[in-house]
Nanobody, 129 residues
């Protein structure tokens, strides 16, 4: 059993920064097994579909980003802490959404929600002046 818990969301002004965290826990997720997961962040804005934001594979930790966030967001992971992060810089109003982390066991970053079978509950990010 695997649980993912996001944190770090909030209200930020345009141009600001936030760092989201997603911690893995559960009886089936030791540090070793966490390192074997490919992890991703998705987001869903009001009235819109869930969309892929960023992902990081299991070793060798290849990253991938949606075009809309490339150069502004950075995904990273700390396997010892069983945590994946999303550093968000240069935030825009269009980044307002509920952000979800997700995990799956294939060794590449998948871009569609159907490939992920562990999900967090989401954290709200609001970009507004």
């Amino acid at each position: 059993q695997v649980q993912l818990v996001e944190s770090g969301g909030g209200l930020v002004q345009p141009g600001g920064t936030l760092e989201l965290s997603c911690a893995g826990s559960g009886r089936d997720i030791t540090n070793y097994f966490f390192s074997a997961y490919t992890l991703a962040w998705f987001r869903q804005a009001p009235g819109k579909e869930l969309e892929f934001v960023a992902g990081i594979s299991s070793s060798p930790y290849i990253t991938d980003y949606a075009a809309s966030v490339k150069g502004r967001f950075t995904i990273s992971r700390d396997n010892a802490k069983k945590t994946v992060y999303l550093q968000m810089n240069g935030l825009k109003a269009d980044d307002t959404a509920v952000y979800y982390c997700a995990a799956q066991r294939t060794p590449i970053v998948e871009l569609t929600r159907e490939e992920y079978y562990h999900w967090g509950q989401g954290t709200q990010v609001t970009v507004s002046s």
